[in-house]
């Protein structure tokens, strides 16, 4: 069974920089598609990014500003975030795809099927 675990979270000024990481154990992800969502309390889970089978793909509200990528010999997904907002505050998740023929649904977080515990993310004015 595999397991996600993500670092990196904290607290930052708008306008600052952190990257979050998330290290696959138990089986190796490199072949499944993968993605970052966020939830901020009262919210729904939001798409944030994912990386397809090396395709990224970004939710509006971060293009331009975030940055996915995948160290395949670390079994990592990266998510550096550049021009922190308050409104980026949340707890962010990444997420696996197991089941490729989903793929086209990369930003449904029902299609992801192995989840982090979260990580928290404050972003203050």
């Known amino acids: 069974q595999a397991q996600l675990v993500e670092s990196g979270g904290g607290w930052v000024q708008a306008g600052g920089s952190l990257r979050l990481s998330c290290a696959a154990s138990?089986?190796?992800?490199?072949?499944?598609?993968m993605g970052w969502f966020r939830q901020a309390p009262g919210k729904e889970r939001e798409f944030v990014a994912s990386w397809i089978a090396t395709t990224t793909f970004y939710g509006d509200s971060v293009e331009g500003r975030f940055t996915v990528s995948m160290d395949s010999a670390r079994d990592t997904l990266y998510l550096q975030m550049n021009s922190l907002e308050t409104e980026d505050t949340a707890v962010y998740y990444c997420?696996?795809?197991?089941?490729?023929?989903?793929?086209?649904?990369?930003?449904?977080?029902?299609?992801?099927?192995?989840w982090g515990q979260g990580t928290q993310v404050t972003v203050s004015s």
């Open positions: 997420a696996a795809m197991t089941n490729l023929l989903s793929a086209r649904y990369y930003s449904d977080y029902n299609k992801y099927d192995v």
């Open positions: 138990g089986r190796t992800l490199r072949h499944a598609g």
